[in-house]
């Protein structure tokens, strides 16, 4: 796109994430507005959002109800000190959230960020297992592929290799295991393979030593690895062999919650409820920024038997601000009223059916779709790990279509008002960028 002398000039004196910026400078993109399923650029060019912002916007941009609730609710009060008070949204926020969650994790502690959420899950498990007898469990095994934040400990949670090698030595005490995918050449049943993985968690709880493992950290569906999407009975069996070892089972839903699965949180959709889950993204649409973690009965009421007379030594100046709970009930509420927590499943069928039929197109190699989220895995250019799948991105840019690249991967996780003629359109997009060789 054009930019005046001036952009270019800023755009030398800042970064993009996890992008190198002289390509993105050669070609940047520099967004004006977004409206529903589009973005326009400051050339007034338009852009379909085929990834929800980045997972976040399940309504689309821009709902009139979404400002207007943090509209009003700036108008009264802009802050709440959250050491010596809570807003009254913020209470109400907690109530609306525990209407959809999974099992008995209603008790809601809410943040700025899925990088502070993960932060605040570790220090929750650690805290847990310290009141309840068990002080040397401080380990959380995590897998690789996994994306937990940019936050040292979330950071050392991840397991994104070149996202986290310029920034060595991570923190002590988190331990690796591979997700599914990485077997899937060694067995022809998927299910099978599943089950290995999910067994290999058991193996290294035992070698860690039992005694030194707090949690198992896990996104329901992977993103960064490239949409990886266990079994509902890896969950089942990663479950009962926490429950066995007396870990805690975590789940980050930051991209899963709020209807991207089909269901309220993945949890739900896989059958199995987890100690602790991790909230963002979709929590206020995008719109501002907000995290959150459910916590359990059991580490809730722990907490609140604790000895030293004050329950949580963790806090930040904006956690759970005012604005954020605001945008999050008026966002609950518009998934709850606009049937979105469970569009992902209506509009299943045929999305599983668009994205099947990229099979077989050129240099594809696998089709992983769940919900409303797929993931194109790409054969490599030999030596250019990454460079096809960024020729895709870049088609369907030129297209006037926003996907998301990683390695050689492209994802869509599109906003849940999505129809069934956007999703042709989207579809057709990807074939024509898929055959443009
Ligand atoms: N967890 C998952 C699964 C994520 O995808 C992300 C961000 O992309 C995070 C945690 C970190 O969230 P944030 O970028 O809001 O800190």
């Known amino acids: 796109m054009n930019t005046t002398p001036r952009q270019q000039e800023l755009l030398k004196r800042t970064y993009v994430d996890f992008q190198p910026m002289a390509d993105f400078a050669r070609d940047p993109l520099i967004l004006e507005r977004a409206q529903g399923l589009y973005y326009w650029d400051v050339a007034g060019k338009r852009y379909f959002d085929a990834i929800g912002g980045i997972f976040v916007a399940v309504l689309g941009h821009g709902h009139p109800r979404l400002l207007a609730a943090m509209r009003q609710q700036m108008e009264k009060m802009t802050f709440a000190p959250p050491l010596h008070a809570i807003a009254d949204v913020t209470l109400e926020f907690i109530g609306r959230v525990g209407e959809v969650t999974p099992g008995n994790l209603k008790y809601v502690k809410g943040f700025s960020g899925g990088s502070e959420s993960t932060e605040a899950a570790m220090k929750f498990a650690r805290q847990y297992f310290r009141q309840t007898g068990h002080p ?63 067994r290999t968690v058991e193996d290294v709880i035992i070698n860690e030593d039992p005694e030194t493992v707090a949690g198992v950290m896990v996104e329901p569906v992977g993103n960064t690895g490239g949409i990886i999407t266990p079994t509902a009975e890896y969950f089942r069996i990663l479950r009962e062999v926490c429950d066995r070892y007396n870990v805690m089972l975590i789940f980050d839903e930051v991209i899963t919650g709020f209807g991207r699965t089909g269901a309220p949180f993945a949890a739900q959709e896989f059958g199995v409820t987890p100690d602790m889950i991790t909230l963002a993204k979709g929590l206020t649409n995008g719109c501002v920024p907000m995290g959150a973690v459910l916590v359990s009965k059991a580490v809730y009421e722990t907490f609140m038997q604790g000895p030293d007379g004050i329950e949580l030594f963790h806090g930040y100046t904006y956690s759970a601000h005012p604005a954020a709970c605001a945008a999050g009930l008026a966002t609950l509420a518009l998934y709850q009223n606009e049937g979105l927590l469970t569009r992902a499943k209506t509009l299943g069928g045929e999305w599983q059916e668009a994205a099947h039929a990229l099979r077989g197109l050129p240099h594809v190699i696998d089709v992983r779709n769940y919900g409303l989220i797929l993931g194109l895995e790409l054969e490599p ?26 390695s050689d991967v492209i994802a869509l996780s599109p906003p849940l008002i999505i129809d069934s003629g956007q999703i042709a359109q989207l579809f057709d997009t990807l074939r024509a960028a898929l055959r443009a060789d």
Not at 167 to 174: C, H, I, S, T, V
Not at 381 to 386: E, F, I, M, R, Y
Not at 394 to 405: A, N, P, T
């Open 136 to 198: 040397g469990k401080y380990k959380f095994i995590s897998r690789y592929h996994g994306y937990h934040g940019g936050t040292a400990g979330a950071m050392a949670a991840s397991g994104t290799g070149p996202r986290k090698s310029k920034f060595e030595p991570q923190m002590a005490g988190f331990v690796k295991v591979f997700p599914p995918t990485h077997y899937r050449d060694q067995f022809s049943d998927w299910d099978e393979c599943n089950r290995f993985a999910a």
């Open 381 to 406: 250019l030999a030596g250019k790990p990454g460079a096809r799948a960024f020729e895709v991105f870049r088609r369907c840019f030129e297209r006037g279509v926003l996907v998301r690249q990683t």
